[in-house]
């Protein structure tokens, strides 16, 4: 049984359907990536796994239970955690007052303290800015800061929204390593990211979406080596 499984679902804006009978899966333990262009559906993707907008038809299932009509933070509880597109860091609170955030629904402290421990040595920089207004930071900084603070909330899935985007080329190489990592510590991944060639080298399996449909899927390594996915999404002829 998978961890996650889309079935048939469809999405729409007013008119506009930007999901299409979109069906996926992502197994306990894999990474799985979504690549497509700009206005594919990928981030509309996470948000229905997150449950940050209704589906028009179809059903997402986590750990064998439908989710579906289930409210965003009780998905939070169940253990999907999401570090959105654009970071979303709260610019006036500290580093550490932001990750905090990511465990709001928590009561065990001792656990909470012993996730801090485990964020700053993923992210050691983060510990050194712990008291800098969020802010202030990098936007390879503030990467890390919502990909930690999703991690306080302790996922068994960690949604990832273009992880990569805006940031420095040694800031890239450092987030895709720390992603790795974060998946060998026990922790599903889906990821969705436009830098094609980092996500596909890391993924266990992959999918094209192209205007709101699944057009393809296989393993990362075999996406990589598909000459249709080097022309269209990673710049090789």
Known sequence: MALLELKDVSV???????????????EEG???????ANGAGKTTTMK????????ASGSVHFDGEDISKLRADLRVRRGICQSPEGRGVFPGMTVRENLEMGCYTRKDRQAIAADFERVFQLFPRLE???TQAGGTLSGGEQQMVAIGRALMARPRLLLLDEPSMGLAPQFIQQIFAIITEINKQGTTVLL????????????DRGYVLETGSVTKTSTG?????DPAVKEAYLGMA
């Open 12 to 26: 729409r804006y007013g008119r506009i359907e930007a999901l299409r009978d979109v069906s996926l899966t992502v």
């Open 30 to 36: 894999e990474i799985v990536t979504l690549i497509g």
């Open 48 to 55: 229905a796994v997150s449950g940050l907008i209704p589906l």
């Open 128 to 130: 050194e800015r712990a």
């Open 192 to 203: 969705v990211e436009q830098n094609a060639q980092q996500a596909l080298s890391r993924a």
């Open 221 to 225: 390594g075999d996406l990589l080596a």
